[in-house]
């Protein structure tokens, strides 16, 4: 079966997947946005499993562009695979390299951990400021090349928790020739 890319409208938290997407901050201990959302939503044993995982560096446990994985505790999801967005500075610093290896990283986790299904936020958005357009291209594109790089995986999905952003990543994914082989 060849996999497909969605494009929806909803709150990740609710999704029946193998694996959703958290926007997460180096420290994986919590934050606002998306990833304050999972947190709240997965219940305290999130934040216990995430504080298991061992720093890398004073105050890191997850590098921009890296993932890691964590179970969904009350979360309709199996997985959360948390990934550390870049900063927007101008996109002079590295930025979209960064950003396009959050999405690779993300998948590759999954698969690894057995996903089928995963769903993503529009990572680095938020209060990282990330030009939104700018963002939505690499995520589409990343996720056109990691069905091509995984074809056990069924669905990856975009979540957007706004229309405006839904239908950037509707017309991206349209100019990218997924319109009518993807949904």
């Not at 959302?37 to 934040?47: D, E, K, S, T, V």
């Not at 839904?166 to 349209?174: I, S």
Request: glycine share 14%; proline share 5%.
């Amino acid at each position: 079966m060849s996999g497909r890319i969605e494009v929806i409208l909803a709150d990740i938290t609710t999704l029946d997947v193998d694996a959703i997407v958290n926007a997460a901050n180096e420290r994986m201990l919590g934050g606002g946005g998306v990833d304050g959302a999972i947190h709240r939503a997965a219940g305290p044993g999130l934040l216990e499993e995430c504080r298991a995982h061992a720093e890398v560096l004073p105050g890191v446990r997850c590098p921009p562009g890296e993932a890691r994985l964590t179970g969904g505790h009350l979360l309709r999801a199996r997985w959360v695979v948390h990934t550390v967005g870049p900063v927007w500075t101008g996109g002079d610093a590295g930025e979209p390299q960064i950003l396009a290896s959050c999405y690779r990283s993300c998948i590759d986790l999954a698969v690894r951990a057995g996903a089928r299904s995963i769903a993503f936020p529009a990572i680095s958005t938020g209060v990282f400021g990330y030009p939104m357009d700018r963002a939505a291209s690499i995520g589409a594109g990343q996720l056109v090349s990691g069905l091509a790089r995984h074809p056990s995986v069924e669905r990856l999905i975009a979540c957007c928790f706004d229309a405006g952003t839904k239908a950037l990543y509707d017309r991206l994914l349209q100019v990218m020739g997924q319109g009518g082989a993807f949904t």
